[in-house]
């Protein structure tokens, strides 16, 4: 059965770059669509990007100046990296696998969550 | 303001049926592009509910239901039990190449 797992720095100081790291057990990361799915405290859901285990990515416009995601097929991992954080950039992030580009997540991390305060 | 349109919240009683509204646009459901519907316990992650507009994941009791007409997907609960106290979320696909949520629906179980 495939996990997800999502690690990274619990604190991020304001302007600097949140980095994650979702690692996929239990599976292949290939041929699959990686996607990462933040969660503001109290709020609802906004999809921010995903990877195909070739390496090519969708992101979410409001959100693609800032947003990097790459895939390290060899230790069946995938990482986001968004820059320029604000406290608005505050929340969970989960990451998620997704068996088309357009289509839902069958499975998902238990999140992490990330403060951005200085 | 989420891209596609739940009500904030529903209620019901033990045994009763009770019925979750995601309204789209022509961009996303009306464009023919699939409904998904997640289910988010009290903090834990979203868990795949219904996908394919009326398809259920294995696990998933069939009290669970979901259809889409137009640019409308609806989610149908029966039999309501204390534990579908939860978020249930909205997912579809948009035009401008992204994934889409809803603002999410808290069910109250009576």
């Known amino acids: 059965q495939v996990q997800l797992q999502e690690s990274g720095p619990g604190l991020v100081k304001p302007s600097e770059t949140l980095s994650l790291t979702c690692t996929v057990s239990?599976?292949?990361?290939?041929?699959?669509?990686w996607s990462w799915i933040r969660q503001p405290p109290g709020k609802g859901l906004e999809w921010i990007g995903y990877?195909?285990?070739?390496?090519?990515?969708n992101y979410n416009p409001s959100l693609k100046s800032r947003v990097t995601i790459s895939v390290d097929t060899s230790k069946n991992q995938f990482s986001l990296k968004l820059s320029s954080v604000t406290a608005a950039d505050t929340a969970v992030y989960y990451c998620?696998?997704?068996?088309?580009?357009?289509?839902?997540?069958?499975?998902w991390g238990k999140g992490t969550t990330v403060t951005v305060s200085s | 303001q989420s891209v596609l349109t739940q009500p904030p919240s529903v209620s019901g009683a033990p045994g009763q049926r009770v019925t979750i509204s995601c309204t789209g646009s022509?961009?996303?459901?009306?464009?023919?592009?699939?409904v998904h519907w997640y289910q988010q316990l009290p903090g834990t992650a979203p868990k795949l509910l219904i996908y394919?507009?009326?398809n259920r994941p294995s696990g998933v009791p069939d009290r669970f239901s979901g259809s889409k007409s137009g640019t409308s997907a609806s989610l149908a609960i029966t039999g309501l039990q204390a534990e579908d106290e939860a978020d249930y979320y909205c997912?579809?696909?948009?035009?401008?190449?992204?994934?889409?949520f809803g603002g999410g629906t808290k069910l109250t179980v009576l």
């Open positions: 394919g507009n009326s």
């Open positions: 998620a696998r997704a068996p088309r580009s357009d289509y839902y997540m069958d499975v």
């Open positions: 022509s961009s996303n459901i009306g464009a023919g592009y699939d």
């Open positions: 997912q579809s696909y948009d035009s401008s190449l992204s994934r889409v």
């Open positions: 239990g599976g292949s990361i290939s041929s699959y669509y």
């Open positions: 990877i195909y285990y070739s390496g090519s990515t």
